[in-house]
Protein backbone atom coordinates (compact mmCIF):
# COMPACT_ATOMS: atom_id res chain seq x y z
CA UNK A 1 0.00 0.00 0.00
CA UNK A 2 1.30 4.02 -0.69
CA UNK A 3 2.48 5.72 2.57
CA UNK A 4 2.05 9.12 2.88
CA UNK A 5 4.99 11.34 3.26
CA UNK A 6 6.30 15.48 3.66
CA UNK A 7 7.15 14.47 0.05
CA UNK A 8 5.97 16.96 -3.02
CA UNK A 9 3.06 14.72 -4.34
CA UNK A 10 4.90 14.04 -7.81
CA UNK A 11 8.78 13.95 -8.71
CA UNK A 12 10.01 14.15 -12.37
CA UNK A 13 12.90 11.85 -13.70
CA UNK A 14 14.76 12.97 -16.85
CA UNK A 15 15.70 9.89 -19.02
CA UNK A 16 17.68 10.43 -22.55
CA UNK A 17 16.07 7.89 -25.05
CA UNK A 18 18.89 4.96 -24.74
CA UNK A 19 18.22 1.11 -24.97
CA UNK A 20 19.18 1.67 -20.46
CA UNK A 21 15.63 3.89 -20.15
CA UNK A 22 13.50 1.82 -22.27
CA UNK A 23 14.37 -1.48 -20.48
CA UNK A 24 14.41 0.13 -17.13
CA UNK A 25 10.56 1.11 -18.41
CA UNK A 26 9.73 -1.67 -19.80
CA UNK A 27 11.00 -3.05 -16.14
CA UNK A 28 9.20 -0.24 -14.45
CA UNK A 29 12.02 0.37 -12.52
CA UNK A 30 14.39 3.09 -11.63
CA UNK A 31 17.88 2.25 -11.31
CA UNK A 32 20.65 3.21 -8.26
CA UNK A 33 23.76 3.72 -9.53
CA UNK A 34 27.20 4.18 -8.50
CA UNK A 35 27.75 7.89 -7.93
CA UNK A 36 31.22 7.86 -8.72
CA UNK A 37 30.02 8.28 -12.33
CA UNK A 38 27.73 11.64 -11.69
CA UNK A 39 28.93 14.89 -12.97
CA UNK A 40 29.60 16.95 -9.80
CA UNK A 41 32.72 15.71 -8.66
CA UNK A 42 31.60 16.24 -5.23
CA UNK A 43 28.75 14.57 -5.37
CA UNK A 44 28.37 12.21 -2.03
CA UNK A 45 32.23 13.15 -1.72
CA UNK A 46 32.30 15.89 0.45
CA UNK A 47 35.05 16.34 2.76
CA UNK A 48 33.12 17.63 5.91
CA UNK A 49 35.26 19.44 8.30
CA UNK A 50 35.03 18.58 11.92
CA UNK A 51 33.50 21.41 14.03
CA UNK A 52 35.96 22.64 16.70
CA UNK A 53 34.77 20.49 19.82
CA UNK A 54 34.02 22.69 23.49
CA UNK A 55 35.27 22.06 26.67
CA UNK A 56 32.12 19.74 27.37
CA UNK A 57 32.12 18.33 24.48
CA UNK A 58 36.20 17.00 24.90
CA UNK A 59 35.16 16.06 28.30
CA UNK A 60 32.30 13.58 27.41
CA UNK A 61 34.48 12.02 24.48
CA UNK A 62 37.34 10.91 27.07
CA UNK A 63 34.10 9.73 29.10
CA UNK A 64 33.01 7.64 26.30
CA UNK A 65 36.73 6.30 25.37
CA UNK A 66 37.70 5.49 29.06
CA UNK A 67 34.15 3.68 29.91
CA UNK A 68 33.88 1.84 26.49
CA UNK A 69 34.84 -1.84 27.28
CA UNK A 70 36.17 -1.77 23.47
CA UNK A 71 38.96 0.52 24.16
CA UNK A 72 42.06 -1.79 25.04
CA UNK A 73 43.42 -0.34 28.31
CA UNK A 74 46.67 0.63 26.92
CA UNK A 75 44.83 3.23 24.72
CA UNK A 76 42.79 4.38 27.73
CA UNK A 77 46.42 4.74 29.60
CA UNK A 78 47.59 7.36 26.46
CA UNK A 79 44.53 9.25 26.69
CA UNK A 80 44.36 10.04 30.07
CA UNK A 81 48.26 11.28 29.90
CA UNK A 82 46.86 13.96 26.88
CA UNK A 83 46.45 17.78 27.47
CA UNK A 84 43.00 18.97 26.61
CA UNK A 85 44.96 20.83 23.12
CA UNK A 86 46.60 17.07 22.55
CA UNK A 87 43.08 15.41 23.06
CA UNK A 88 41.14 17.86 21.22
CA UNK A 89 43.83 17.09 17.90
CA UNK A 90 43.78 13.45 18.55
CA UNK A 91 39.79 13.15 18.62
CA UNK A 92 39.38 15.38 15.67
CA UNK A 93 42.00 13.53 13.44
CA UNK A 94 40.33 9.95 14.21
CA UNK A 95 36.44 11.35 13.39
CA UNK A 96 38.26 13.51 10.53
CA UNK A 97 39.92 9.99 9.08
CA UNK A 98 36.43 8.35 10.23
CA UNK A 99 34.67 10.25 7.79
CA UNK A 100 36.40 9.76 4.69
CA UNK A 101 36.47 6.16 5.91
CA UNK A 102 32.99 6.06 5.42
CA UNK A 103 33.06 8.45 2.32
CA UNK A 104 34.95 5.99 0.68
CA UNK A 105 32.62 2.94 1.54
CA UNK A 106 29.45 5.04 0.33
CA UNK A 107 31.32 5.79 -2.87
CA UNK A 108 32.38 2.14 -3.57
CA UNK A 109 29.28 0.52 -2.29
CA UNK A 110 25.97 2.38 -2.21
CA UNK A 111 23.85 3.61 -5.39
CA UNK A 112 22.08 6.63 -6.02
CA UNK A 113 19.11 7.65 -8.07
CA UNK A 114 18.12 11.41 -8.69
CA UNK A 115 15.12 13.34 -9.13
CA UNK A 116 14.37 17.04 -9.32
CA UNK A 117 10.92 19.27 -8.42
CA UNK A 118 11.06 20.18 -11.94
CA UNK A 119 9.97 19.08 -15.32
CA UNK A 120 10.40 22.22 -17.50
CA UNK A 121 14.21 23.19 -16.81
CA UNK A 122 15.95 24.40 -20.19
CA UNK A 123 19.43 22.58 -18.20
CA UNK A 124 18.03 19.68 -17.13
CA UNK A 125 16.23 18.66 -20.29
CA UNK A 126 19.86 19.43 -21.85
CA UNK A 127 22.07 17.59 -19.58
CA UNK A 128 19.69 14.94 -18.19
CA UNK A 129 16.90 14.61 -20.55
CA UNK A 130 18.76 13.39 -23.63
CA UNK A 131 19.87 17.27 -24.97
CA UNK A 132 15.71 17.57 -25.14
CA UNK A 133 15.61 14.14 -27.25
CA UNK A 134 14.17 12.05 -24.64
CA UNK A 135 11.51 12.22 -21.79
CA UNK A 136 10.79 12.82 -18.41
CA UNK A 137 8.64 10.49 -15.97
CA UNK A 138 6.17 12.21 -13.47
CA UNK A 139 5.96 9.89 -10.23
CA UNK A 140 3.63 10.23 -7.20
CA UNK A 141 5.60 10.09 -4.46
CA UNK A 142 3.10 8.02 -2.14
CA UNK A 143 4.56 5.08 -3.85
CA UNK A 144 7.70 3.20 -3.23
CA UNK A 145 10.94 4.27 -3.68
CA UNK A 146 9.74 7.78 -4.59
CA UNK A 147 8.48 7.77 -0.88
CA UNK A 148 11.75 7.65 0.45
CA UNK A 149 13.47 10.63 -1.64
CA UNK A 150 15.94 13.18 0.45
CA UNK A 151 15.85 16.40 -0.44
CA UNK A 152 19.42 17.93 -1.39
CA UNK A 153 20.17 20.67 -0.14
CA UNK A 154 22.53 23.48 -1.50
CA UNK A 155 25.10 24.92 0.34
CA UNK A 156 28.22 27.70 -0.72
CA UNK A 157 30.54 25.96 2.17
CA UNK A 158 31.72 22.65 3.07
CA UNK A 159 29.60 21.24 5.63
CA UNK A 160 30.86 20.55 9.52
CA UNK A 161 30.00 17.78 11.86
CA UNK A 162 29.55 17.94 15.39
CA UNK A 163 32.15 15.28 16.61
CA UNK A 164 30.06 13.96 19.44
CA UNK A 165 26.79 13.20 17.27
CA UNK A 166 29.21 11.73 15.00
CA UNK A 167 31.17 9.85 17.94
CA UNK A 168 29.57 8.68 20.46
CA UNK A 169 24.97 9.37 19.16
CA UNK A 170 26.23 7.40 16.24
CA UNK A 171 24.04 10.14 14.26
CA UNK A 172 23.49 8.42 10.88
CA UNK A 173 21.85 11.21 9.86
CA UNK A 174 24.52 13.60 9.58
CA UNK A 175 26.22 11.27 7.60
CA UNK A 176 23.66 10.78 5.15
CA UNK A 177 23.10 14.45 5.44
CA UNK A 178 26.84 15.04 3.08
CA UNK A 179 25.68 12.11 1.11
CA UNK A 180 22.37 14.83 -0.04
CA UNK A 181 24.68 18.21 -0.03
CA UNK A 182 25.98 19.59 -3.16
CA UNK A 183 27.44 23.28 -4.36
CA UNK A 184 24.43 25.77 -4.87
CA UNK A 185 26.32 25.76 -8.35
CA UNK A 186 23.55 22.60 -8.84
CA UNK A 187 20.58 24.44 -7.45
CA UNK A 188 19.10 24.82 -10.60
CA UNK A 189 18.18 20.91 -10.38
CA UNK A 190 16.22 21.23 -7.13
CA UNK A 191 16.88 17.68 -6.44
CA UNK A 192 15.67 14.77 -4.76
CA UNK A 193 17.14 11.56 -4.66
CA UNK A 194 16.93 8.12 -3.25
CA UNK A 195 20.01 5.96 -1.44
CA UNK A 196 20.24 2.34 -2.03
CA UNK A 197 22.52 0.13 -0.16
CA UNK A 198 24.06 -1.47 -2.90
CA UNK A 199 24.89 0.43 -6.49
CA UNK A 200 23.87 -0.99 -9.69
CA UNK A 201 20.19 -2.05 -8.53
CA UNK A 202 17.09 -1.94 -9.95
CA UNK A 203 14.22 -1.21 -8.17
CA UNK A 204 10.78 -2.00 -9.25
CA UNK A 205 7.87 0.51 -8.60
CA UNK A 206 3.71 -0.24 -8.62
CA UNK A 207 2.81 0.46 -11.73
CA UNK A 208 0.44 3.04 -10.19
CA UNK A 209 3.26 5.37 -9.39
CA UNK A 210 3.81 6.57 -12.83
CA UNK A 211 1.56 9.33 -13.35
CA UNK A 212 2.28 10.93 -17.06
CA UNK A 213 5.19 10.80 -19.14
CA UNK A 214 6.65 14.21 -20.88
CA UNK A 215 8.71 14.42 -24.27
CA UNK A 216 11.30 16.55 -25.02
CA UNK A 217 10.77 19.10 -27.54
CA UNK A 218 13.19 17.81 -30.29
CA UNK A 219 12.38 13.98 -29.55
CA UNK A 220 11.91 11.94 -32.55
CA UNK A 221 8.38 10.69 -33.82
CA UNK A 222 9.71 6.92 -33.58
CA UNK A 223 11.64 7.19 -30.70
CA UNK A 224 8.11 8.59 -28.89
CA UNK A 225 6.15 6.33 -30.31
CA UNK A 226 8.56 3.43 -29.06
CA UNK A 227 8.13 4.92 -25.57
CA UNK A 228 4.21 5.43 -26.49
CA UNK A 229 3.87 1.78 -27.43
CA UNK A 230 5.56 0.42 -24.09
CA UNK A 231 3.03 2.46 -22.20
CA UNK A 232 -0.01 1.14 -23.99
CA UNK A 233 1.62 -2.47 -23.16
CA UNK A 234 1.25 -2.18 -19.12
CA UNK A 235 0.36 1.63 -18.09
CA UNK A 236 -2.63 2.94 -20.17
CA UNK A 237 -3.59 5.35 -18.18
CA UNK A 238 -0.40 7.54 -17.88
CA UNK A 239 -0.46 11.13 -18.90
CA UNK A 240 1.21 11.84 -22.33
CA UNK A 241 2.65 15.63 -23.08
CA UNK A 242 4.46 16.84 -25.56
CA UNK A 243 7.00 19.53 -24.85
CA UNK A 244 7.52 22.85 -26.96
CA UNK A 245 10.01 25.53 -26.57
CA UNK A 246 7.70 28.21 -24.76
CA UNK A 247 7.44 31.75 -26.98
CA UNK A 248 7.49 33.98 -23.51
CA UNK A 249 9.74 32.25 -21.03
CA UNK A 250 13.06 30.29 -21.23
CA UNK A 251 11.36 26.86 -20.73
CA UNK A 252 9.55 23.76 -21.45
CA UNK A 253 6.15 24.14 -22.44
CA UNK A 254 3.95 20.97 -22.34
CA UNK A 255 0.50 20.11 -24.09
CA UNK A 256 -1.56 16.87 -23.21
CA UNK A 257 -2.05 14.15 -26.28
CA UNK A 258 -3.58 11.32 -26.88
CA UNK A 259 -1.44 8.78 -28.27
CA UNK A 260 -3.21 6.17 -31.44
CA UNK A 261 -0.95 2.88 -32.67
CA UNK A 262 -1.11 2.78 -36.11
CA UNK A 263 -2.94 -0.50 -36.13
CA UNK A 264 -5.69 0.75 -33.80
CA UNK A 265 -5.52 4.19 -35.92
CA UNK A 266 -6.39 1.60 -39.02
CA UNK A 267 -8.96 -0.51 -37.16
CA UNK A 268 -11.16 2.28 -36.29
CA UNK A 269 -10.68 4.02 -39.66
CA UNK A 270 -9.21 6.97 -39.07
CA UNK A 271 -6.57 6.31 -41.75
Same mark, same amino acid.
Given at each position: %?????????SIF??????????????????????????? $?????????????????????????????????????????????????????????? #?LKN??????????????? @???? $??? %?????????????????????????????????? %????RIN??????????????????? @????????????????????????? #??? #?????? $?? @????????????????????????????? @???????????????????????
Open positions: %MPTKTNNPNKYEGFTIQSLLNLKAQSVYFGSPRYFN $DPYDCAITATIADPTSNELQRLLEFYMTDPIVPTKVKKQLAKLSPIELKTHFVNGATN #AAREIFLNNNGVTCFS @ERND $DLL %MWSNYGGRYKGFCFEFLTEYEPFNKLRKVQYVKK %MPTVSFIIDKDSNQLIDLYCTKS @ESWAYEKEWRGLHKKAGTLFTYESK #ALK #AVYFGP $DI @ENQALEIVCLILAGQNPDVELWQGTRSDT @EFKVQFTSFTYTSYIEAKRKGLI
